[in-house]
């Protein structure tokens, strides 16, 4: 199962972007879901977590600007991200956490540049 993250593209630095990512039924409840991104030629990062509670944990750059929320009707989960800066630019892929190999789709851009 490959996800499918939407919702990026170029905004200014202090703009906003709200991604988006959705998967089948039978994986999405019974796992916490993250956020990760990747600049080029770094490392993949853990940006954001959601538990099936609704705890949630954030990459300490990000605590603030950025609001991780699932919606379990729709078997989504959400990025909103106010604030932006150019060093969030990346790559963003939503996964399980702990990630799983076979989840990672090709993820969504975002580009932070004036």
């Known amino acids: 199962v490959q996800l499918q993250a939407s919702g990026g593209g170029l905004v200014q630095p202090g703009g906003s972007l709200r991604l988006s990512c959705a998967s089948s039924?039978?994986?999405?409840?019974?796992?916490?879901w993250g956020w990760y991104r990747q600049d080029p030629g770094k490392q993949r990062e853990f940006v954001a977590g959601?538990?099936?509670?609704?705890?949630?944990n954030y990459l300490d750059s990000v605590m603030g600007r950025f609001t991780i929320s699932r919606d379990n009707a729709k078997n989504a989960v959400y990025l909103q991200m106010n604030s932006l800066k150019p060093e969030d630019t990346a790559i963003y892929y939503c996964n399980t956490v702990p990630w799983d190999a076979d989840f990672w789709g090709q993820g969504t851009l975002v580009t932070v540049s004036s």
């Open positions: 039924g039978s994986i999405f409840s019974r796992n916490a």
């Open positions: 959601i538990t099936s509670g609704g705890k949630t």
